[in-house]
């Protein structure tokens, strides 16, 4: 059974239309808690600060004012699911799987790509990172 699934959500709303359509019948049908998930890079992070004119603001609130999270969030209630939201600064994949680890997440909503087996290996994915990082369930949906 699934209790707390976490969505990680990147910052392309096109690209989270396939995780959210996915997700959706699951997360309603099982009424799990649902927590959305944004990472930002260190450059990224410090370049919102910076554009805000503010010394430090904590990684969650300003996952809570990314627009992509926002939308997804409204597309989540939209379907009767509600979900917490929260950040942090860091790689990808690296910090999806610590906060799968201390956060009893017990499955993860991915959004994948079709891409070649050379661009993956060269290149790497979070998705495919993240799933060889956590030891829970994951359901990758591909756009």
Do not use: W
């Not at 049908?29 to 910076?50: G, I, M, P, W």
Request: with cysteine; charged share 20%; hydrophobic share 40%.
């Amino acid at each position: 059974m699934m209790h707390h699934a976490l969505l990680p959500v990147e910052n392309d709303v096109d690209r989270m239309e396939s995780v959210v359509a996915c997700a959706v019948p699951i997360l309603e049908a099982l009424d799990t808690s649902v927590t959305l998930y944004h990472v930002f890079s260190e450059n990224r992070y410090s370049t919102l600060l910076d554009g805000m004119e503010v010394g430090s603001l904590d990684p969650d609130t300003l996952a809570k004012r990314n627009e992509t999270v926002q939308e997804v969030a409204t597309r989540l209630r939209d379907h009767g699911v509600s979900a917490d939201i929260h950040g942090s600064v860091g790689d990808p994949a690296a910090e999806i799987a610590s906060y799968v680890e201390s956060s009893d997440v017990d499955h993860v909503f991915l959004g994948g790509r079709r891409r070649s087996s050379t661009h993956k290996a060269l290149f790497g994915s979070v998705s495919q990172q993240t799933l060889m990082s956590v030891d829970v369930p994951c359901t990758i949906a591909i756009e």
